[in-house]
């Protein structure tokens, strides 16, 4: 890497554009995702809600089994849940 003129500095070049084009690919695809929350949204859809979905579809069932009651322990604890009958 000490010979800035060499193939070390050609590699770092190679790096940095590769990281500048998927960061652009990024933020298109960012603006994609906005686009379909706004026509979603256009069409009657809670966005909150379907975010919230999308995030819980990202993590195993497990995952969010033990999120949920964790959830429901401390909803109990501060007397926010329904008294279970």
Do not use: C, T, W
């Not at 554009?17 to 998927?22: D, K």
């Not at 009657?44 to 579809?57: C, P, Q, T």
């Amino acid at each position: 890497m000490s010979n800035a003129d060499g193939v070390a500095a050609d590699q770092l070049r190679a790096f940095i554009e590769r990281v500048e084009r998927l960061e652009e690919e990024k933020k298109v695809l960012s603006d994609d995702i906005k686009d379909v929350y706004a026509e979603a949204k256009g069409n009657g859809f809670d966005v909150k809600i379907m975010r919230k979905i999308v995030s819980l579809r990202k993590r195993k069932p497990h995952e969010r089994e033990e999120e949920e009651s964790i959830l429901d322990l401390y909803l109990h604890a501060l007397g926010m849940a329904e008294p279970v009958s």
